[in-house]
């Protein structure tokens, strides 16, 4: 079945850096695009990143463009957001999914990382 | 960016009745040339990780029980669940698709009367 997990969450502090994997498994990785959505403690869906299917095309929120940088490789079957500059307000789970049909759509979902900023 | 307005925010009902949940988005999110309306819904459950219900507006994805419906046009959407059951005590997120940043509505939170 397909299956999305993701790691690397961590607690660190502002201004520092983290990378995220997502691990995907079950489907043709290199044929789909694929997101990272975060989800602060209470608050609701927030989209962060995609990248198309080849790599080719990257498109971020305007809350973390210029800091994080969403990459994969098709090799591997593995999706990466790389966090710097982190911020207090960056403290989310942070979900993969993956792309559907329509570049935007999104129709699996991982379980979740954590990550905490704080001082 | 288009902003996705749900309401209500919070709704309780009873086993076995209905459940209705409204998205307003700020722009259309019907694309002409297909017909197709970008629009998606997305339920969470408890401490669990959102799953797809339903894409283009109406297409009810596999494996989704057929008491949820989604129905609309344009800037005007509606997920509706027939008869409540126990387990979908959950949040549901509308989600358009049509254009970056894909954007989620706050959410409705469903629960139990």
């Known amino acids: 079945q397909v299956l999305l997990v993701e790691s690397g969450g961590d607690v660190v502090q502002p201004g520092k850096s983290l990378r995220l994997s997502c691990a995907a498994s079950g489907f043709t990785f290199s044929n789909s695009g694929m997101h990272w959505v975060r989800q602060a403690p209470g608050k609701g869906l927030e989209w962060v990143a995609v990248i198309w299917y080849d790599g080719s095309t990257k498109h971020y929120a305007d809350s973390v463009k210029g800091r994080f940088i969403i990459s994969r490789d098709n090799s591997e079957n593995m999706l990466y957001l790389q966090m710097n500059s982190l911020r207090v307000e960056d403290t989310a789970v942070y979900y993969c999914a993956r792309g559907g049909g329509a570049t935007y759509d999104m129709d699996v979902w991982g379980l979740g990382t954590t990550v905490t900023v704080s001082s | 960016d288009i902003v996705m307005t749900q309401s209500p925010d919070s709704l309780a009902v009873s086993l076995g009745e209905r459940a209705t949940i409204n998205c307003k988005s700020s722009?259309?999110?019907?694309?002409?040339?297909?017909?197709?309306?970008?629009l998606a819904w997305h339920q969470q459950r408890p401490g669990q990780p959102p799953k797809l219900l339903i894409y283009w507006a109406s297409t009810r994805e596999s494996g989704v029980p057929d008491r949820f419906r989604g129905s609309g046009s344009g800037t005007d959407f509606t997920l509706t669940i027939s008869s409540l059951q126990a387990e979908d005590v959950a949040v549901y997120y509308c989600q358009q698709y049509y254009t970056t940043p894909p954007t989620f509505g706050q959410g409705t939170k469903v629960e139990i009367k």
């Open positions: 722009q259309s999110v019907l694309y002409s040339s297909n017909n197709k309306n970008y």
